[in-house]
DNA sequence: TTTAATGGTTTAAATATTTAAACCATATAA
DNA sequence: TTATATGGTTTAAATATTTAAACCATTAAA
């Protein structure tokens, strides 16, 4: 059975900041940077910086950005903050699922 | 065994539109009003006006976004255009699949 | 305590996006 | 043929986003 239309509505309201925050390059580049983060222990501004070429303001907007999503964490040590994507992400597992109900309801208007 | 990083960051780029299309809230309410259309034989830029409370020329922009997107697509009868979500959406299982991959490489950071 | 390093915030400028007005094209109806 | 309706395109203005410069705060080292 099919999600009715104002639930997919409020679901796509709900993931517009993640969306939103997903579909710039330069972020991207950043999720992508944190991915790859061998020591799996997060990276630093002035790591990200230097790996998209981006100042240190705008790489800190950026990571606001993706914050506010609820897409990266940090973790404060010192005077340093070591950024990373969230594990276990639960606005990822969200999109997902709005994805594949969204998948659905185009499915149908195959089928008449 | 996980994707390769540089896979994840090229699939990313071709999905970048898709994202940045889906990210607008104006858009969004167009998605869903094709989503809801009962007709399932498309809805034309006059009924979207209406329903969104954008000018003529704003949903055509955003149509045309959608549209590069390739989400959206529409069928012309005489002198109207019928435009719906692409069925079998291939951007949307691509996305649903990147999502996926995603999600791996966060849980991988998690285990160590 | 003074200095250096990390990085967040504010503000103003540059850039990109969104919008409406005005226009053009096409197809049907009178 | 002459309206009328649908809707795409172009352009300029309004708005939002992104960026860098300048600044502030905190921590650690000298």
């Known amino acids: 059975m099919d999600k009715n239309i104002s639930a997919l509505k409020s679901d796509f309201q709900n993931l517009s900041g993640l969306l939103q ?8 580049e950043i999720i992508i940077q944190l991915l790859g983060d061998e020591s799996c ?3 630093q501004v002035g ?3 230097s790996a998209t ?3 240190r303001p705008a790489v800190s907007h950026h990571l606001k950005i993706l914050r506010d999503a609820e897409l990266v964490d ?3 040590e010192a005077r340093k903050n070591f950024y990373y994507v969230c594990p276990k992400n639960e606005k990822l597992t969200q999109l997902q699922n709005f994805i594949g109900d969204v998948i659905q309801y ?3 208007m195959e089928e008449s």
Do not use: F, M, N, V
């Open 74 to 76: 940090y973790r404060s």
């Open 41 to 43: 222990s997060g990276l």
């Open 53 to 55: 070429g981006l100042s």
């Open 21 to 28: 925050a997903l579909g710039d390059e330069k972020r991207q």
């Open 106 to 108: 185009t499915d149908r």
């Open 47 to 49: 790591e990200l910086t």
